[in-house]
């Protein structure tokens, strides 16, 4: 079965370099390293053609930095954000920076991942880190109860 040509989870058109993943027999090709996890992560989600019916499900969220930080090191993050698929909108004010993202494209835990990457900690007292976690754990539930019901919202229109 021949599949379109996009990224089945940002819309954009894939890299060749990018391994596709097969998924119920099918071919998928993605844009970027980030949306083939975050298509591994919950493929049911993202196997059901996008063209047509493309969601979002856009957060806004504030991240606590340990520390504010100069203006190279803004603009670091700043740039390494809106790099990543999914991201809407960065600013910083002071040790918060507040971020919107598609949730269907990244999650918290990715955005997190990318800024340990660079090197930039985040705050790290107990009251930030329960709330890390509660962030992480809502938005694994809510692409997991998005993931389950999907089959029966697109089966496959009966064959005539
Ligand atoms: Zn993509």
């Known amino acids: 079965m021949t599949l379109s040509d996009i990224?089945?989870?940002?819309?954009?058109?894939?890299d060749s370099s990018i391994p596709s993943l097969e998924y119920h027999k099918m071919y998928f090709h993605f844009c970027s390293q980030q949306c083939r996890d975050t298509f591994n992560a919950h493929p049911s989600l993202y196997s059901v053609k996008i063209e047509k019916q493309q969601k979002h499900i856009l957060k806004r969220?504030?991240?606590?930095?340990?520390?504010?930080?100069?203006?190279?090191?803004?603009?670091l993050l700043k740039t390494n954000l809106t790099e990543?698929?999914?991201?809407?909108d960065v600013s910083i004010e002071d040790n918060k920076v507040?971020?919107?993202?598609?949730?269907?494209?990244?999650?918290?835990?990715?955005?997190?991942?990318?800024l340990a990457e660079?090197?930039?900690?985040?705050?790290?007292?107990?009251?930030?880190?329960?709330?890390?976690?509660?962030?992480?754990?809502?938005?694994?539930?809510e692409l997991d109860n998005l993931a389950a019901p999907i089959h029966y919202y697109h089966r496959p229109a009966p064959k005539h």
């Open 7 to 14: 990224c089945h989870v940002c819309g954009m058109k894939p």
């Open 61 to 75: 969220r504030i991240m606590t930095l340990a520390t504010p930080l100069d203006q190279d090191s803004n603009e």
């Open 84 to 88: 990543m698929m999914g991201i809407k």
């Open 98 to 114: 507040s971020i919107s993202y598609d949730l269907l494209q990244v999650t918290r835990q990715q955005i997190e991942n990318r």
């Open 118 to 141: 660079i090197g930039i900690k985040l705050g790290n007292d107990w009251m930030e880190r329960l709330r890390r976690a509660w962030v992480h754990d809502s938005e694994e539930n």
